[in-house]
DNA sequence: CATGAATGAGTATTCATTCAT
DNA sequence: AATGAATGAATACTCATTCAT
């Protein structure tokens, strides 16, 4: 209880590993099943818990699922957080995005596909909207605010509306993910569609030009 | 009550029209709670008969949802279907394609949810796959056909990269009515954003311009 | 409905077979799969009619059960009845009894198995047992009237019991289809051995004797 | 509450002993209405316990008739197992055989009812078969085995074939506990039946004779 | 912290039976 | 005489949650 701030005690440490262990396990099992088939005695099991221990760390399955979505909010900001690329050119800064995507399309497709379970869910759960809402909307803004600066700079178009385009931009990439032959190679072949998609045309030089490689 | 002489007998006739009840009920149930929450019960007390006689009509939740999955695919397909709009301009088909969607975003909001989930459940239901897959690849496929055509006429990008475009379209669509704020006067300026992001940027004549109305 | 004696119309001689096809599949179901896994549904498809058709003939699925009974109990009937043999020798007559079972093992062992369920149930179920009882008892007092008399000729041991001693081999026959290994050759070995266990030992000509390698 | 250091926990023990009282129960309600109306709310409600934790212990009906029919072998090996009658004439161990079973059949009635619907269904369960099969045929070995021992002493008759013969006295006892009128008097008088068919006729002493008491 | 046992409310499915046609 | 549709009452089994230890 009266932890020094720099060093909580084995046993809350230790709980806190727990509701990780817990969160993890949830997060793959909804990749699995869908929050359809998500039971929280799987979730124990896998964790290698008892399910009232389970029910000690995480009392209701709602929290359970507020835990997930905290979790899978918390992967994502690690990435996207101080990376400080401001000082880029906007198209640089949009490449710089669509690297992340892809890095995440290689080596993180479940948190992919838990994020798109959680975005469905929140349609309906009002708790669920606000963890995922506030997450995809920061996405979004900033996609706006990366294109809005390349129309001033005269990266982009200069007829692009950033609002409609960041939408285009998260959308195209979401539904990806979503979609069948997602692989790699077709999502490069995706981004230099949308690098297209909103380039200033009468710029001189063109860098990687062509629809295929 | 002034049926052909042909018409068959009310009986079995009755009995279509309750799986189409049933079919009904469920998508609706589909989208207030998910599959997570879809209930026979529930299907059975909003269409006003028996549990018992629920399964009498489908068997079992699996044939429900199946069932689900094609009243989907036939209410959409009356949409697509025989449209005959090849004598259209390419610019103008794609237009066309636009009104579509803005049409099931109008009126058919309920389908394109439902249409949302089924997509979400065909990740780890091979048999919504099934269903669900072939019906994405025939929009894109038909986006993907539009968008070459544009290219060859000069009516879009000759950078154009059909494939990869028409997953842009199709992503940035259902994207939207995915997303918050999926207003008609949003999907007004995204579907203008689309245009220009294909058009080509060297054709004289420039229909609608301009980013904000 | 005022139809001759020896020519009921077709309608009623029709609903006589439907009855009979009805318990005729019963039957067969209950060898397959016991009291506990008939159902009427399966009756009524296996006879090729509907369920309800099924309970216009044969009201409750008690009366179906009732049906079968009396089905059984006619076709041992017809083996048993009038077979006359009163003029022959005790020992004679009891070969007789052999034969028939023999014959019921090799060519209506389903009827044996279905009259094994019915006797099992009939210790529960008293309108059972008024119809399989009185068979059974049936069979054993004809068999202790042989061993009665049997004993009077000689041909039997003198002190042979005829009541338990009926019991013994309706016993053994009835155990004897029940068990594993109900070959026909083990059928032989048993009723020989039964026929020494009656005979009197004071005789003198002693047909196919000793137990066999 | 007094119980030695290395007794397992209350928990553990308890959870044995509602097995068993679930056995006893689902034993009970075989013998009042068969497999065929068994159910498991029946089972919790007569063990005083929920459904639900009936299922906690015994996760399937299957396994539940499983547990029954492997407490009746328990039960039955308690009775049969090292009595160690090696020692005595054939002849007095197939008395104590019959004692045996006219222990069960006044003390424990419920448990060869039981049997005989174990027996009945092993017909079409090859699990039930592969634990009552092996449980009567250990019973009818341990005859046969006494009978070729008395027919080696000369104790009973030379011409007895062991194998037939002891189906001969497994299918009298079974089917005597079968029939009605199983009375006490009655199996005295099929006892004394089955001891005057095996016995050697050519022994001078001859023990409780007379077929009526 | 952890767990074995317990449970109320449910969950899809089944079954014998009924009824309008 | 037959049937498609309908149903009330089960039926085995599940699930999130609780609680004593």
């Given at each position: 209880m009266?932890?020094?701030?720099?060093?909580?005690?084995?046993?809350?440490?230790?709980?806190?590993?727990?509701?990780?262990?817990?969160?993890?396990?949830?997060?793959?099992?909804?990749?699995?099943?869908?929050?359809?088939?998500?039971?929280?005695?799987?979730?124990?099991?896998?964790?290698?818990?008892?399910?009232?221990?389970?029910?000690?760390?995480?009392?209701?399955?709602?929290?359970?699922?507020?835990?997930?979505?905290?979790?899978?909010?918390?992967?994502?900001?690690?990435?996207?957080?101080?990376?400080?690329?401001?000082?880029l050119s906007p198209a640089a800064q949009l490449e710089c995005e669509f690297d992340d995507y892809a890095e995440l399309l290689g080596e993180k497709v479940a948190l992919l596909t838990a994020l798109s379970e959680l975005l469905e869910r929140s349609r309906r759960d009002p708790v669920m909207l606000g963890c995922v809402g506030p997450m995809m909307g920061k996405w979004k803004r900033m996609i706006e605010e990366i294109l809005a600066q390349g129309v001033a700079s005269g990266d982009f178009r200069a007829d692009l509306d950033p609002d409609p385009a960041a939408r285009m931009l998260v959308g195209a990439m979401t539904g990806f993910s979503r979609a069948p032959n997602a692989t790699p190679d077709n999502f490069k072949r995706l981004r230099a569609e949308l690098t297209r998609a909103v380039r200033n045309p009468n710029l001189p030089t063109l860098p990687t030009q062509g629809p295929r490689p």
């Open positions: 009266n932890a020094p701030v720099t060093a909580p005690p084995k046993s809350r440490e230790s709980s806190e590993d727990r509701k990780a262990a817990i969160a993890a396990a949830a997060r793959a099992l909804i990749v699995e099943k869908g929050f359809e088939g998500l039971r929280t005695r799987d979730i124990a099991e896998r964790v290698g818990i008892n399910i009232a221990t389970l029910h000690y760390h995480v009392p209701t399955k709602e929290a359970l699922i507020a835990l997930v979505a905290d979790d899978i909010r918390a992967e994502l900001r690690e990435q996207s957080d101080g990376k400080g690329r401001e000082h």
